[in-house]
Every structure is written in structure tokens, then in C-alpha cells.
């Protein structure tokens, strides 16, 4: 897609827009899909199709709540998220982590965008559907100043519970894959109860100058931004482990390239943003006495100054030290060969989509896709799609 094409395609709002309804079938006899390519290498199996359309789902729902970002925090100009002017505040809560924070949120965002625009674009010319959610953009935008406050949205950003176990998993010895548990939260606080990691209106902004920060930012809004530099890494992490799993159960050659390459960007993306998120301030907030408060309480310690196990070849999963950013050594196939620095997990045996779009869940960025304890069918059509794409199993 040409790069102009691409920015019309945001600004409609269209984050991917399938040839087929939703609940259409996987395309099962397409000339496309059954030809070897020119190069006479494997040809395009139903289950490489499946791996796309579900990244193709997942990449949208990435799209989704990085705009929702980059609308209030990032970098405003009319290549991603229009020219609305931001949230001064919240931009400004959010340099507290790094000056450069509006920028990275910016290319996060249009990184995604691009994603989901590739993978739509490269399903449909093998003659197989994309995946459209269109019709599940439904949940309320922020009220904020600087949101667009009338777009339909997949995700929640409002009512977050964020797993911070990723912080030590990256520091530790021991591997998910090989079947470690035990890791230590970074800040035990957001993994329970729900937080927001945007303002939900100007109530969550009033009385903080974005001039001088962090003095003239209160701590609510700080703790709200540190919140999204957590959450920013723990989303990247997914994406980080996923595709290396998925890859693992590719046939095509070209299919491999495509997961290899967008899977690298989204290893940078994760390094960049457990970088930032090291930096928040020593503070906590209850989140009482604004519109759409959930009476939650955050606390973030010093994570620039060691604390607990700092010893990265630890078994405990207990390492916080924050300029661990680069993966530690760890157990890899077998302990007996030693340990290595890698991603993970990369088990394809683990159940890489399903737990993705699971832990989705858990984070609470589909809350609101079931009212009144009826489910408009969201969370069932990833379901479905991550279910495909875990069936699927290289062919030789």
C-alpha cells in the first residue's frame, strides 16, 4: 500500500477492512493458496492463512489502543493521529519517563497501523480474507481534551490490570518455556484492581502544568502515565513472544519472512518501552474523587535503585534491577546446554495466540464488549481465530 493510501486508511478509521463479513469461512480452495511460488519452494498451507488472519485481528486491536495513545500523549502531526493537538498534561506526565516519550508513542503507533494494513493487504492478494472488526469498535473514547471523543474504540484503556511479571522474566535464569512461574511483578499493585492509563476526561488533568514537570504534575496524572509506560511494554511483550512462536508452525518461506520481520519491530518496540518504564518516580495514587474513579491504589517504587534479588543469573525470578533491559541469559531447549539470551516464551507448544488474546482479557481491554452479561462477539471471534492459528502445523 502506498504511503499515502496507508494515511487515508487511518483517517477512515478503518484499521483493517476484509473483503467478507467476519464470520466468514476460511477460504479452503483458492488457486492462490495451492500453487507452489516461483521460486518452488512450499506453497501457502490453510495454516499459514490462519497465523495471518489471527495476526491480522491482533495487529487491529494493537492499532486500536496505540491510537487512542498517540491521540493524547504522542507526537501530533497528520501522519497518525491527526492534528487534534494532544493533552498538554498528559503529554507532559508522560516526559517524565523520557523526554522523547511523544515521539516513540508516535511511531509505536503508526508501526502498528502499518501492520495491520500489510498483513489485510497481503491476505487478500493470495485470495484469502482479511479480517474485519469494524463492526466491534464500539466502546467509548476518552472525553479528554485532545481525544477524539466520538470514535468508536475495541480496546479499554480506562480499566487496566497489567501483569508486570514480564519485568523479571527478562531477568531471570529460569524460562517460561521450561515451565518457570515463579517471577516477581514490578509493581504488584497494577496487577490487581483496575487503573487507568489515560485521562478519562479533564477531571484527570485539572490542576497539572505541563511547563515543569514532574513538579507541576499532580501525582494522580503521574501515576496515570506511569501506568501507560507499564502497560506500553507489557503489550509490546506479547507481540514479542508471539511471533516466534507462531513462526515455528509456518510452511511457507515467504509466510516466515512476513512473521520474522514484523515480529523483529515488535521486539524493538518492547525494548524501548521496558527502558522508559524504569524511570517512573516513587509515588502512589488513589484514583477517588474523578469521573469514572475506580477507587484503585498504585504505587511505583524506585526501580533505578536495586531492590530485592539483583543477581541476574537468580531462579527466584525476582531481579528488578531497571538497566537489566537486555534479555539475561536463561535456560533455552535444556539446562544442560547452559543458559543463553533469547525472547520468551517461544514454546509453540504453549499456545501462543489463545494465551495472547487471553492475557488481553485478564489486562481488561476488552472490558465492554459484554453488556448486561451479553457478549456482542468479540472476544469469541479471537477466540476462534486464535484457536486456528494454533492448530496450524508446518508442513514439510
Given at each position: 500500500m502506498k504511503q499515502a493510501n496507508r494515511r487515508a486508511f487511518l483517517k477512515n478509521g478503518i484499521m483493517a477492512a476484509g473483503?467478507?463479513?467476519?464470520?466468514?469461512?476460511?477460504?479452503?480452495?483458492?488457486?492462490?493458496?495451492?500453487?507452489?511460488?516461483?521460486?518452488?519452494?512450499?506453497?501457502?498451507?490453510?495454516?499459514?492463512?490462519?497465523?495471518?488472519?489471527?495476526?491480522?485481528?491482533?495487529?487491529?486491536?494493537?492499532?486500536?489502543?496505540?491510537?487512542?495513545?498517540?491521540?493524547?500523549?504522542?507526537?501530533?502531526?497528520?501522519?497518525?493521529?491527526?492534528?487534534?493537538?494532544?493533552?498538554?498534561?498528559?503529554?507532559?506526565?508522560l516526559t517524565i519517563l523520557d523526554g522523547d516519550m511523544p515521539q516513540y508513542i508516535h511511531d509505536n503507533t503508526d508501526d502498528e497501523i502499518s501492520h495491520a494494513a500489510f498483513?489485510?493487504?497481503?491476505?487478500?492478494?493470495?485470495?484469502?480474507?482479511?479480517?474485519?472488526?469494524?463492526?466491534?469498535?464500539?466502546l467509548p473514547s476518552s472525553q479528554a481534551d485532545g481525544a477524539n471523543k466520538t470514535a468508536g474504540r475495541l480496546t479499554n484503556l480506562t480499566e487496566l490490570t497489567v501483569d508486570t511479571t514480564f519485568w523479571s522474566r527478562y531477568r531471570s535464569l529460569t524460562n517460561p518455556d521450561l515451565g518457570a512461574t515463579k517471577f516477581a511483578q514490578a509493581v504488584p499493585s497494577l496487577a490487581v484492581n483496575k487503573h487507568t492509563a489515560i485521562p478519562r476526561t479533564n477531571d484527570d488533568t485539572?490542576?497539572?502544568?505541563?511547563?515543569?514537570?514532574p513538579s507541576s504534575i499532580s501525582t494522580h496524572l503521574q501515576a496515570i502515565a506511569f501506568t501507560a509506560g507499564f502497560h506500553f511494554a507489557f503489550i509490546e511483550q506479547g507481540g514479542t513472544s508471539l511471533y516466534p512462536a507462531l513462526a515455528q508452525q509456518v510452511t511457507n518461506l515467504e509466510v516466515l519472512r512476513v512473521l520474522l520481520s514484523i515480529g523483529g519491530s515488535e521486539i524493538m518496540h518492547f525494548q524501548t518501552w521496558q527502558d522508559k518504564a524504569g524511570n517512573a518516580l516513587a509515588i502512589s495514587d488513589t484514583d477517588t474523587g474523578f469521573r469514572g474513579s475506580t477507587g484503585a491504589t498504585?504505587?511505583?517504587?524506585?526501580?533505578?535503585?536495586?531492590?530485592?534479588?539483583?543477581?541476574?543469573?537468580?531462579?527466584?525470578?525476582?531481579?528488578l534491577q531497571s538497566n537489566l533491559i537486555m534479555p539475561e541469559p536463561t535456560q533455552f531447549l535444556d539446562p544442560e546446554l547452559g543458559p543463553v539470551a533469547i525472547i520468551r516464551p517461544t514454546s509453540d507448544r504453549l499456545g501462543g495466540a489463545r494465551a495472547s488474546v487471553q492475557s488481553f482479557m485478564d489486562d481488561g481491554l476488552f472490558i465492554g464488549h459484554t453488556v448486561k452479561g451479553k457478549s456482542d462477539g468479540?472476544?469469541?471471534?479471537?477466540?476462534?481465530?486464535?484457536?486456528?492459528?494454533?492448530?496450524?502445523?508446518?508442513?514439510?
Open positions: 473483503v467478507a463479513t467476519v464470520g466468514g469461512t476460511l477460504l479452503t480452495s483458492v488457486p492462490a493458496l495451492a500453487r507452489d511460488d516461483d521460486e518452488g519452494r512450499s506453497p501457502i498451507t490453510n495454516g499459514d492463512i490462519a497465523i495471518l488472519r489471527f495476526l491480522n485481528a491482533l495487529e487491529q486491536v494493537e492499532a486500536d489502543l496505540w491510537l487512542q495513545y498517540s491521540e493524547l500523549g504522542g507526537t501530533q502531526d497528520n501522519e497518525v493521529s491527526g492534528v487534534g493537538g494532544g493533552n498538554a498534561p498528559y503529554t507532559a506526565a498483513l489485510k493487504n497481503y491476505l487478500e492478494s493470495k485470495g484469502a480474507q482479511a479480517v474485519d472488526l469494524r463492526q466491534f469498535r464500539n485539572n490542576g497539572s502544568d505541563p511547563s515543569n514537570p498504585v504505587t511505583f517504587t524506585d526501580l533505578t535503585k536495586a531492590q530485592g534479588e539483583t543477581n541476574p543469573e537468580s531462579k527466584n525470578g525476582d531481579t468479540f472476544v469469541e471471534l479471537l477466540f476462534r481465530l486464535a484457536d486456528e492459528a494454533d492448530a496450524a502445523r508446518r508442513g514439510i
